[in-house]
């Protein structure tokens, strides 16, 4: 399902500064890369996260994005956000209390029921047809944004005791590790021993949500995910809904 797919987890780029390591992707990609490459750069001036909202790019954060090119289809290819969740769990939980780090869907990582990591699948079709996959990720090491409409918080105030600090650098290479390690599995076996994986780490799974969306709400327990990930959303009844995109509150 990835072509060329590395022995190893990519080949890495760091850059000073720029717009957004999603768009600097496309570059690459449009100038003949394919990936696997995992693009860093240590400030981000326009990074974005779901549905056009804004990614601050303070110094001290990790702001990556990998470059994939896929042999399958576009809904097939959104597994790799879970992927992608696992990975920054995993190499996150070196450095804070493993039972503080939590996932909600569709791809937020949790620290302390606070996000502190957000996660942007882009893809499109090259010139010859080949699906090119964007992961970004963007991580709060050092710092956080203020006035959200959510609760966030860094790695910096959850930090073990008695080790040395996490920096972006270390983080990053973590990330990408677990992030090779999640997509072998993936790619060999498929989604279910991912989602197992992710739903082990699921924050609210059985109890009643919101998900909003666009123009409506849904209520319901959150009862799992779906074949493609999509949220399972369970009425009174035990009837199941599938939801494939919304914002996800708690004690609906």
């Not at 896929?70 to 996150?92: D, G, K």
């Not at 910096?156 to 677990?178: I, K, W, Y």
Request: proline share 6%; hydrophobic share 45%; aromatic share 8%.
């Amino acid at each position: 399902m990835i072509l060329g797919f590395s022995s190893g987890p990519g080949e890495a780029l760091l850059l000073a500064e720029v717009e957004s390591t999603n768009d600097e992707v496309r570059r690459l990609a449009a100038a003949g890369q394919t990936g696997p490459l995992w693009v860093r750069a240590e400030v981000q001036t326009r990074g974005r996260g779901r549905r056009g909202r804004t990614w601050l790019g303070a110094p001290g954060n990790v702001y990556t994005t990998g470059l994939f090119t896929l042999s399958c289809p576009p809904q097939e290819a959104a597994n790799l956000s879970f992927v992608a969740a696992l990975a920054v769990a995993e190499a996150i939980s070196a450095w804070v209390p493993s039972d503080l780090v939590r996932l909600k869907w569709p791809n937020d990582v949790l620290l302390d029921g606070r996000k502190a990591c957000g996660i942007l699948l882009e893809s499109w079709h090259g010139q010859g047809g080949e699906l090119h996959l964007a992961v970004g990720i963007g991580i709060n090491v050092l710092t956080h944004p203020d006035g959200l409409d959510q609760p966030v918080t860094c790695i910096r105030d959850h930090a073990l005791p008695n080790r040395p600090f996490c920096t972006a650098e270390a983080l990053f290479d973590g990330v990408r590790s677990q992030f090779h390690h999640f997509a072998g599995i993936w790619q060999a076996d498929g989604f279910a021993p991912i989602a197992s994986a992710w739903l082990a780490r699921a924050t609210g799974l059985g109890d009643p949500i919101e998900v909003r969306l666009p123009h409506s709400r849904l209520h319901g327990r959150f009862a799992g995910l779906g074949l493609t990930g999509a949220l399972q959303l369970a009425d009174e009844a035990g009837r199941i809904t599938e939801v494939t995109a919304g914002d996800v509150f708690f004690g609906g």
